[in-house]
Nanobody
Framework: QVQLQESGPGLVKPSQTLSLTCTVSGDSITTNYYYWSWIRQPPGKGLEWMGVITYSGSTYYSPSLKSRTSISRDTSKNQFTLQLSSVTPEDTAVYYC?????????????WGKGTLVTVSS
């Protein structure tokens, strides 16, 4: 069974870089035609797709976040990571990693439990 787990600091200072890691078990992140995404949900708001790294390592980002977002992977550890630079309190959210053969909120097969990241001094 495929399981995803987010990890990283729960508190980040404004202007700094938010960094999270998603550890995948039960399948390889290089399995053909699987896509691995980061999604977030600010308090009281809906889900926001941030970006994806594909099974081959290509990346795609939400236009609204592209300038600040970087997704990478470590295939030897079966992990992929999120970096969000220049954060503000508006970046406070529950951050999820997800995966599957489609890249949509309702169609994604696998989800982590999510981790709350607070941006505050």
């Amino acid at each position: 069974q495929v399981q995803l787990q987010e990890s990283g600091p729960g508190l980040v200072k404004p202007s700094q870089t938010l960094s999270l890691t998603c550890t995948v078990s039960g399948d390889s992140i290089t399995t053909n035609y699987y896509y691995w995404s980061w999604i977030r949900q600010p308090p009281g708001k809906g889900l926001e797709w941030m970006g994806v790294i594909t099974y081959s390592g290509s990346t795609y980002y939400s236009p609204s976040l592209k300038s600040r977002t970087s997704i990478s992977r470590d295939t030897s550890k079966n992990q992929f990571t999120l970096q969000l630079s220049s954060v503000t309190p508006e970046d406070t959210a529950v951050y999820y990693c997800g995966g599957g053969v489609v890249v949509t909120d309702d169609g994604m097969a696998y989800w982590g439990k999510g981790t709350l990241v607070t941006v505050s001094s």
